[in-house]
């Protein structure tokens, strides 16, 4: 049997962290040390790490992103590029702190305007990386929410790297939100989306988990219009021959190909987690608590309106038996 997870408690390290204290880096223990030297300007152990991170898309895009998120990203990458005007991780990565800075709720408008420039400029400088695509998806998603140039956005990325993990996630998050007002509609684009894209996707990728994603995603939606029960553990929505469907082909996926390996791997068990607790099957919801450890994360804990933190702990609690 696995060890039991750590405590749920806020971790001690600093940076980075999204404003209910979730961690972006989640089990990256390379990104973790080199980001917080990286806090305090030492950026050239950041130039190592994306220099031995390589063409690796999901990964570098996971670390760029992280990295992106800590105070003071914008001055510490822009003195990097300036010192180094023809590095493409600099330029990069400069494009995505500002993209993080033009998504904090005090952002001005030329805060969207530059981050604009500063992730074209980059993606000129390293045509075939799609982070910095994804950066503009994401704020074109954040700033605008979403739309025909999203898109367009998520194509650029696709057209670089077919099996992005975090773009599958942005554009699940966005078709979700169309026609709110048809409930609970079988045929609703975001479920055809994520089963195409699960399809076409190799038998190892996490992609095969994209359908719990927009399971998710669209319950976010209907709930916040008030046409689904704040309590997902009450509602229809995770108890049809859809959803049964749906998560059972997902968890199986999980035990035969759980990857370990892919950097975004937690943020899928969350996902998991989360649906097998909504369809009450706690023994198969406590196997996922324990592979989450501490590393959760604010979506989907978040969907039924609660604080992330006290649903995670209460959902896990529920799952593992606890008091």
């Known amino acids: 049997m696995p060890p039991p997870p750590p405590p749920l408690g806020r971790s001690r390290r600093r940076g980075g962290r999204s404003e209910h204290g979730f961690d972006p880096a989640l089990d990256d223990g390379e ?19 994306l220099v031995a991170t390589g063409q690796d898309w999901d990964r570098r895009g996971h670390r760029l992103l992280a990295l992106a998120e800590t105070s003071s990203a914008v001055d510490w990458a822009g003195d990097w590029l300036l ?37 074209l400029a980059a993606a000129r400088l390293t045509p075939k990386d799609p982070t910095p695509w994804l950066a503009l998806l994401l704020l074109d998603r954040g700033r605008d929410g979403g739309g025909d140039q999203s898109g367009r956005l998520f194509e ?20 979700a ?6 409930g609970q509609d079988p045929l609703h684009e975001v479920y055809d989306f994520a089963a195409w894209a699960a399809e076409k996707a190799p038998a190892d990728s996490p992609l095969a988990v994209l359908p719990v ?16 029960p704040a309590d997902p553990t009450t509602s229809e929505h995770w108890s049809g021959r859809r959803a049964r469907q749906v998560l059972k082909t997902a968890f199986d996926w999980w035990l035969e190909w759980e990857r370990e390996d892919h950097p975004r791997h937690r943020v899928d068990l969350n996902f998991l987690a989360h649906a097998k607790v909504c369809e009450r099957r706690p023994a198969e919801a406590a196997a996922l608590f324990h592979r989450i450890g501490e590393y959760a994360t604010a979506s ?15 959902a896990r609690s529920y799952a593992l038996g606890a008091p």
């Open 156 to 175: 650029e990325v696709r057209s670089r790297h077919p099996d992005h993990h975090h773009a599958h996630h942005v554009m699940t998050a966005l078709l």
């Open 177 to 182: 939100e169309s026609r709110p007002e048809t």
């Open 213 to 228: 994603v927009a399971h998710a995603e669209r319950y976010r939606v209907l709930a916040a219009a008030g046409l689904e």
């Open 31 to 49: 990104l973790i040390a080199v980001r917080d030297r990286f806090t305090q300007g030492r950026w050239a152990d950041a130039r190592t790490l």
């Open 83 to 119: 010192a180094e005007p023809e590095s493409t991780d600099a330029a990069t990565l400069l494009g995505c702190a500002c993209v993080a800075r033009a998504l904090r709720p005090k952002a001005r408008p030329e805060d969207c305007v530059r981050a604009r420039e500063t992730c």
């Open 300 to 314: 989907p804990w978040s969907y039924s309106g609660r604080e992330p933190r006290a649903a995670f702990a209460a």
